[in-house]
T-cell receptor, first 111, second 112 residues
């Protein structure tokens, strides 16, 4: 299982941009980087996926440097409803399908 | 489409009992997996399957058994339940090895 390291928790105020960085030093060739969001009592939900450089969708951006040993999830102008746990996953390429969720980052957004 | 369906949603067992958590998906996904989630531990991979007839162990496989006789179903069997298996169990499926994971609603298991 490819190992990832994220901050345990982060706090933010409503309306701010939040950046969560994930370290994945042993990322394998062709592995993808995927981020999920989880609310209490629910299964995780897909946010965004990338392989290199920058990916943007309607809810987030994902920044991946050239060495791919880290990635940053950017949430623009967070709201209270963005309070959740965010997981960074690495896999799907040479690491195979066994995906390690780790402990994630617990984001608390306050007014 | 129902997506990923897990049953039961809640279950209480006594130590030593056996049971099966059911997982079914109607998206024709080849890849399926089982995770357990304990407080403060994130999700840990128990077993996974890359297609019918093919299963493999994840991070925490001990005490669990799986089989994949059809593309749709991926049951998780607890052979002899222990209190350490008290947890929330999530089943997930995806179309491809790197594809988006779709999760069920979870099954909350308590072993007394």
């Amino acid at each position: 299982l490819a190992k990832t390291t994220q901050p345990i928790s982060m706090d933010s105020y409503e309306g701010q941009e939040v950046n969560i960085t994930c370290s994945h030093n042993n990322i394998a060739t062709n592995d993808y980087i995927t981020w999920y969001q989880q609310f209490p009592s629910q299964g995780p939900r897909f946010i965004i996926q990338g392989y290199k450089t920058k990916v943007t969708n309607e809810v987030a951006s994902l920044f991946i440097p050239a060495d791919r040993k880290s990635s940053t999830l950017s949430l623009p102008r967070v709201s209270l409803s963005d309070t959740a746990v965010y997981y960074c996953l690495v896999g799907g390429g040479n690491s195979g399908y066994a995906l390690n969720f780790g402990k994630g980052t617990s984001l608390l957004v306050t007014p | 489409n129902a997506g990923v369906t897990q049953t039961p949603k809640f279950q209480v067992l006594k130590t030593g009992q056996s049971m099966t958590l059911q997982c079914a998906q109607d998206m024709n996904h080849e890849y399926m997996s089982w995770y357990r989630q304990d407080p403060g531990m994130g999700l840990r991979l128990i077993h996974y399957s890359v297609g019918a007839g093919i299963t493999d162990q994840g991070e925490v496989p001990n005490g669990y058994n799986v089989s994949r006789s059809t593309t749709e179903d991926f049951p998780l069997r607890l052979l002899s339940a222990a209190p350490s298996q008290t947890s929330v169990y999530f089943c997930a499926s995806s179309y491809s090895k790197a594809g988006e994971l779709f999760f069920g609603e979870g099954s909350r298991l308590t072993v007394l």
